[in-house]
């Protein structure tokens, strides 16, 4: 096995790295998941064009601009900024993206592929896309699940057997794979509940505690554990899958009959199939028939996490050396405080020595009839009068909004998405979520007529179509390739 960092460019991570001057690793990391996002289904890459929009719709939401430009200031010396900026004027978001866009390119988290017509298109590598797709798992947090692997693996394995159609080679490798997901989430979980009870006992606040228990373990490993002892529990299917395995183990024919498979269907000999399969088989009877300890050992720090945070819990609560000394601390600070502004004496409304403060009845502690409110009435909305000038900049500023968040390759991809194939959609047959975000239809809708769109606009015969709270004439969504859809039949 070759190493990574044999294969990776050499200045890959030098981009997330802490040294140095300044550090944007944050912000990097965040660009990156966004053009991961945009690049994960695109099948042509991205443009230049859609990247710097990107990026400084980015720029604009986080407010880095101070830092980008001391960064690039820290990588030029003073010629060379003097270069880069001959006027000394401000340096605009797109010359912050068009940086941060050289940045990746330079240290290979994208490729910048040139045409003939001097276009450019973003491409991100075979491992930026193993590693982003890490890194979002990472960003996600969605805790471990054991959604029917065993179930799926028990269904592998008796359909081989039951159904002649079904091909063996890939009943053993798709049972190998769904066992191994098994066995990896058992660890995963175990060594994580591990650290929750680490994580409990240096916390001293009852608040940090209560988080811990209800908000951060609860959703992050009670879901994985409650399925684990329920749907996905190892007895329900364990025995069925091994006595099944240790059949095919045994029977000679069967093994060559699938090796031979498997060889057909890869690049690997039968000799080499033959012992791949005999690999995965042994490796899912071994694993699943000592799978209990694991079990065990996670029943064993689940329980010992409950006691241990149900313990810190009560210690701090009723424990002279949390609850009290806490207690003192905030009478100190609120003394010293009224000592500061020159209270000699403690507020009236402070309850006395051992002395339990009580309320007392009045008009408000016995039932009183609702009353009836008296009508709003709101005042008169006033809009300023807006000179021609300022209405020209105000309008320039919400354009370069707009097209920077909505450019027309990126509506185009979204609606040639919805076609599967087809040459036309009505609009009763966008998805839902589309037709009740308004903002996203009118676009699609206003973009139907630009010149670089793949589709067009048709009005269509028939009733009005209910949108959200609105009710629209029918329309038909039509490719266009051609333009013949262009001219008067366009809307």
């Not at 945070?309 to 010293?336: C, E, H, N, P, V």
């Not at 009224?338 to 409304?349: I, M, N, Q």
Request: aromatic share 8%; proline share 5%; net charge negative.
């Amino acid at each position: 096995m070759a190493n990574p960092f044999d294969i990776l460019p050499d200045h890959l991570f030098n981009l997330l790295s802490s040294q140095g001057r300044i550090s944007l690793q944050r912000h990097y990391m965040a660009i990156l998941l966004r053009l991961y996002e945009q690049a994960e289904y695109n099948r042509f890459g991205l443009t230049r064009e859609v990247a710097i929009a990107e990026i400084a719709e980015y720029l604009k939401s986080a407010g880095d601009e101070a830092e980008i430009s001391a960064e690039i200031e820290a990588s030029l010396d003073d010629s060379a900024v003097e270069l880069a900026n001959p006027i000394g004027g401000q340096k605009s978001v797109q010359d912050y993206a068009s940086y941060l866009l050289r940045r990746l390119a330079e240290t290979g988290w994208i490729e910048r592929e040139q045409h003939a017509d001097y276009s450019e298109t973003i491409i991100l590598p075979d491992y930026a896309f193993t590693l982003l797709e890490a890194f979002r798992s990472i960003q996600e947090q969605k805790p471990r699940e054991f959604t029917g692997q065993l179930y799926t693996a028990h269904q592998l394995i008796t359909s081989a057997t039951t159904n002649k159609d079904f091909s063996p080679s890939l009943a053993v490798t798709q049972a190998y794979e769904n066992v191994r997901q098994v066995v990896r989430g058992l660890s995963e979980l175990n060594q994580n509940i591990r650290r929750y009870v680490e994580r409990v006992t240096r916390e001293s606040g009852v608040s940090d505690l209560l988080r811990l228990q209800f908000d951060d373990y609860a959703q992050t490993l009670g879901p994985a554990y409650h399925a684990l002892k329920t749907s996905d529990h190892v007895s329900r299917y364990r025995r069925d899958i091994i006595n099944q395995v240790q059949l095919w183990q045994n029977d000679g024919d069967w093994l060559d009959r699938t090796a031979e498979e498997m060889a057909a269907q890869s690049r690997l000999s039968p000799a080499q199939a033959g012992q791949e399969i005999s690999h995965y088989l042994q490796f899912i009877a071994h694993q699943l028939e000592g799978v209990d300890p694991i079990l065990d050992d996670i029943d064993h720090r689940h329980s010992a996490y409950l006691r241990t945070s149900l313990r810190q819990i009560r210690y701090q609560l009723g424990s002279a050396d949390g609850s009290f000394k806490d207690r003192l601390g905030a009478l100190a600070k609120l003394l010293a405080a009224l000592a500061d502004e020159g209270c000699l004496e403690l507020p009236s409304d402070s309850p006395g020595l051992r002395q339990t403060p009580i309320r007392l009845p009045d008009a408000h502690s016995y039932y009183t009839p609702p009353m009836r409110r008296a009508p709003f009435n709101p005042d008169d909305v006033v809009l300023p009068t807006l000179q021609p000038d300022e209405l020209i900049s105000l309008r320039a500023v919400v354009m370069q909004d707009v097209t920077q968040a909505f450019s027309p390759e990126k509506v185009n991809r979204k609606v040639l998405g919805f076609f599967n194939g087809h040459q036309s959609l009505n609009v009763t047959a966008l998805p839902r979520e589309l037709l009740d975000d308004l903002h996203w239809l009118t676009t699609i809708i206003a973009y139907a007529h630009h010149p670089d769109v793949s589709y067009g606009l048709v009005i269509a015969e028939g009733e009005p179509v209910q949108v959200g709270p609105y009710r629209v004439a029918p329309f038909d969504l039509v490719k266009n390739i051609d333009g013949r859809w262009r001219g008067k039949d366009a809307v």
